[in-house]
Nanobody, 123 residues
Framework: QVQLVESGGGSVQTGGSLRLSCVAS????????KGWFRQVPGKEREGVAV???????TYTETVKGRFTISQDSEKNTLYLQMNKLEPEDTAMYYC?????????????????WGQGTQVTVSS
């Protein structure tokens, strides 16, 4: 089993920045935190950014150029640097782990999920 704990959410104004962190504990073969998703009440969960085992990142169109996903393999930690935040980025953000070498932005590729951290951007 893999446990994921997110942190770093909060409330910022438009144009501000936040850095989300996701620390993984426990172990399941080849399963590591590689994705960030977000969800607004009443809407489906959306893939925001994922990173492959080769370190290649994929972003949803609306965050390209503003968000950066990164990993610290030694600390088993996944990060999401969010810059130039917009009110439309307001959501609960979830970290997810997968055994896939190159996951897509689909939540079907991920097996383990954190509890989420709230991000609120005010105009």
């Amino acid at each position: 089993q893999v446990q994921l704990v997110e942190s770093g959410g909060g409330s910022v104004q438009t144009g501000g920045s936040l850095r989300l962190s996701c620390v993984a504990s426990g172990y399941t073969t080849n399963t590591y935190p590689k994705g960030w998703f977000r969800q607004v009440p009443g809407k489906e969960r959306e893939g925001v950014a994922v990173v492959s085992s080769a370190g290649v990142a994929t972003y949803t169109e609306t965050v390209k150029g503003r968000f950066t996903i990164s990993q610290d393999s030694e600390k088993n930690t996944l990060y999401l640097q969010m810059n130039k935040l917009e009110p439309e980025d307001t959501a609960m953000y979830y970290c997810a782990a997968t055994p896939k070498w190159w996951p897509s932005l689909s939540e079907a590729d991920f097996a383990y999920w954190g509890q989420g951290t709230q991000v609120t951007v005010s105009s």
